[in-house]
């Protein structure tokens, strides 16, 4: 055997490895569909300067459903659970 061709398949089996566990990765991301539970997003009603917090599974779930709107610019607003308006906006860090 050439010693290049044995380099060529070499390079091909490493290729085959790592494309082989990034779709594996990707694929056992995607079946862990369910974002967490125990963790929170921050956020900030501007029109009755509410905070709360939404776990990122919650903030999914919105998000699938559409109970969020784009905000114009850029950014997403949710549903203030205080005033029941479209928005409130990420704020990581509550006030108060
Ligand atoms: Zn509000």
Redesign the pocket.
């Known amino acids: 055997m050439e010693p290049s061709t044995k380099r060529n398949i070499i390079l091909l089996a490493v290729l085959v490895a790592t494309v082989g566990i990034a779709s594996w990765r990707f694929l056992a991301g995607g079946a862990a569909d369910l974002a967490p539970d125990d963790q929170f997003i921050g956020f900030h ?6 905070h709360f917090t939404l776990s990122h599974r919650e903030f999914e779930r919105r998000f699938n459903s559409r109970e969020c709107h784009a905000k114009p610019g850029g950014g997403i607003l949710v549903k ?6 479209f ?2 906006e990420r704020a990581d860090s509550p006030s108060d």
């Not at 009603?45 to 509410?50: I, K, Q, S, V």
């Open positions: 009603c501007p029109a009755c300067d509410h203030c659970p205080k005033c029941e308006n928005t409130a």
